[in-house]
T-cell receptor, first 113, second 116 residues
Framework: DGGITQSPKYLFRKEGQNVTLSCEQNLNHDAMYWYRQDPGQGLRLIYYSQIVNDFQKGDIAEGYSVSREKKESFPLTVTSAQKNPTAFYLC????????????FGPGTRLTVT | AQSVTQLDSQVPVFEEAPVELRCNYSSSVSVYLFWYVQYPNQGLQLLLKYLSGSTLVKGINGFEAEFNKSQTSFHLRKPSVHISDTAEYFCAVSGPYPNQGGKLIFGQGTELSVKP
């Protein structure tokens, strides 16, 4: 089955540690996105990538980093510089061309204490 | 710049009653509009989308939405809700420009709570 996988589902870290969230897709989509979700604030775009080896900052990129070495993979690193990292993180992808809907993974809930 | 406002943060409704979730958007250019549904601790699933053509769009699970350009609205409706429709619903907008990277701008979400 085609889709987007995110692992792990739940992640716990101590303050001051970097942590990497995985996102893999087998939909052959060109573009991939990372969103952060907090209660009552909807989804906010962290980073996005339209092609391999290229990515752009979204609205809240500070304290995060990404890489796009393969078309299928778009990992997100939450660094110790992110002041409030506890949140639900969602990865999405879309095909290039005229279809504008994004397809979402199941999400990773990160808790930093 | 584009923005999306969902006018109700919570909507309680009884089972089998009709429901309308309201969404207004702001944009100086033509847009594409979407409604997504999110069940607890899950990702988002596309309910329906408006790209062009007929302003009444039908989606999955019996939902429909009407695009109103003059009122810049895209309200979601269902004539009779079920307990299983309890979820959070997000309205989103995307501009037509390729150099915007296909980004979606989301509203704050509306929690639909269906009571027996």
């Amino acid at each position: 089955d085609g889709g987007i996988t995110q692992s792990p589902k739940y992640l716990f870290r101590k303050e001051g540690q970097n942590v990497t969230l995985s996102c893999e897709q087998n939909l052959n989509h060109d573009a991939m996105y990372w969103y952060r979700q907090d209660p009552g604030q909807g989804l906010r775009l962290i980073y996005y990538s339209q092609i391999v080896n290229d990515f752009q900052k979204g609205d809240i990129a500070e304290g995060y980093s990404v890489s796009r070495e393969k078309k299928e993979s778009f990992p997100l690193t939450v660094t110790s510089a992110q002041k409030n990292p506890t949140a639900f993180y969602l990865c999405a992808s879309k095909t290039s061309g005229g279809s504008y809907e994004q397809y979402f993974g199941p999400g990773t809930r990160l808790t930093v204490t | 710049a584009q923005s999306v406002t969902q006018l109700d943060s919570q909507v309680p409704v009884f089972e089998e009653a009709p429901v309308e979730l309201r969404c207004n958007y702001s944009s100086s250019v033509s847009v594409y509009l979407f409604w997504y549904v999110q069940y607890p601790n899950q990702g988002l699933q596309l309910l329906l989308k408006y790209l062009s053509g007929s302003t009444l769009v039908k989606g999955i699970n019996g939902f429909e939405a009407e695009f109103n350009k003059s009122q810049t609205s895209f309200h979601l409706r269902k004539p009779s809700v079920h307990i299983s429709d309890t979820a959070e619903y997000f309205c989103a907008v995307s501009g037509p420009y390729p150099n915007q990277g296909g980004k979606l701008i989301f509203g704050q979400g509306t929690e639909l709570s269906v009571k027996p």
